[in-house]
């Protein structure tokens, strides 16, 4: 992955591409390995906030932030966590889109407030 400047700019990330198969019309959506960009974009003068929404996926990229040293190029952290939620529309079920337990998001914070990182639970 080649970039440069700072930033991600809308030249970096292109947009959601729509392309149909057999199988009907998929959404292809292209990513980036956010632990990599940290690294080269960000230097630790830097004051770095992140607002981390990622549908889920919190449960995979912070122990990568954390392995690869990124995390500590993060000085405040907004981390919204999905669980198997109750849902407000169908009284008495649960979601069924996530996996992880309110307990493992509360985990989650604690492992990272162990390791020094400001965050905070985002709605």
């Known amino acids: 992955m080649m970039m440069k400047g700072r930033g991600m700019g809308r030249n970096r990330i292109n947009p959601v591409q ?4 057999h199988m009907g019309d998929k959404d292809k959506i292209q990513g980036i390995d956010f632990a990599y960009w940290l690294k ?9 906030v992140v607002k981390m929404d990622v549908e ?3 449960f995979h990229l912070i122990p990568k932030l954390i392995q690869t040293g990124a995390i500590c190029l993060i000085d405040e952290l907004f981390l919204e966590c999905h669980y198997n939620r109750w849902q407000r529309c169908c009284s008495g ?3 069924s889109k996530f996996q992880k ?3 493992d998001c509360l985990d989650l914070f604690t492992e990272l407030r162990d390791i020094g990182v400001l965050v905070h639970q985002w709605w």
Do not use: H, N, W
């Open 40 to 48: 080269i974009v960000v230097t630790s003068k830097d004051f770095v």
């Open 101 to 103: 337990s309110y307990s």
């Open 93 to 95: 079920q649960r979601s």
């Open 56 to 58: 889920g996926t919190e």
């Open 18 to 21: 729509t392309i149909s198969s």
